[in-house]
């Protein structure tokens, strides 16, 4: 009886207690293990100022687009439709990256920017294969002023993506300067846009 009192305590409670320790410690062990990983990983929140700039240049395109398109869906619905698209297209990019940064989404940002460009020069120049007039269409003011906002929206977006990895703080001292100065400009040329869109400059 005195030996199975002395061994109790021994055989169920400090191997127990052991055993929760060597938990606990391989618990810590593997928290510390994460978040030194997590450390040592690159941020993917760099050059955040100049997708917040490229996000100000894509919505000004946007605007217009979905200003322009109801003209364009009583003149060929195709057209119309396309406009509509590309807003909204337009609209997920620069929520995109801003939310959810990646390269695949900077440079497709970029590139959607580039191809919107290049459809347009196609159209100015030998015109468009399809739609209701055949030859170059004349260049208007809205059109002008979204071609600037996305040419702007690629550079940006390229500068950004080479930065994308950088493990640089924001700081508001350093980026309000190119922030103010692209939301003073967005804004100017979107509304500059819109007008001229109001008053049957056409896109």
């Not at 993917?44 to 894509?58: E, I, Q, S, T």
């Not at 605007?63 to 406009?83: D, K, R, V, W």
Request: charged share 10%; proline share 6%; hydrophobic share 50%.
């Amino acid at each position: 009886m005195t030996n199975l009192s002395r061994r109790t305590p021994t055989s169920f409670g400090v191997p127990e207690l052991a055993e929760g320790s060597q938990l606990d410690a391989g618990h810590a062990l593997q928290a510390a293990d994460g978040s030194s990983q997590s450390r040592s990983e690159p941020s993917r929140r760099g050059g955040l100022v100049l997708r917040c700039c490229a996000a100000m240049f894509l919505l000004g395109p946007a605007a217009i687009h979905f200003a322009a398109a109801p003209e364009h869906l009583i003149e060929y619905l195709p057209f119309g439709l396309s406009f509509y698209l590309l807003g909204a297209a337009q609209v997920a990019v620069a929520c995109g990256i801003l939310v959810r940064p990646s390269s695949p989404m900077l440079l497709g940002g970029a590139g959607l920017s580039l191809l919107v460009i290049g459809v347009w020069l196609l159209s100015r120049t030998v015109g468009m294969p399809v739609g209701p007039v055949p030859g170059a269409e004349a260049v208007g003011l809205p059109d002008l002023l979204s071609s600037l906002m996305e040419w702007t929206t690629a550079v940006l977006l390229l500068v950004a993506d080479i930065r994308l990895d950088a493990a640089k703080r924001f700081r508001i001292g350093s980026g309000a300067p190119g922030l103010t100065a692209s939301a003073v400009i967005s804004i100017a040329m979107t509304v500059l846009g819109l007008a001229a869109v109001t008053a049957g400059a056409g896109h």
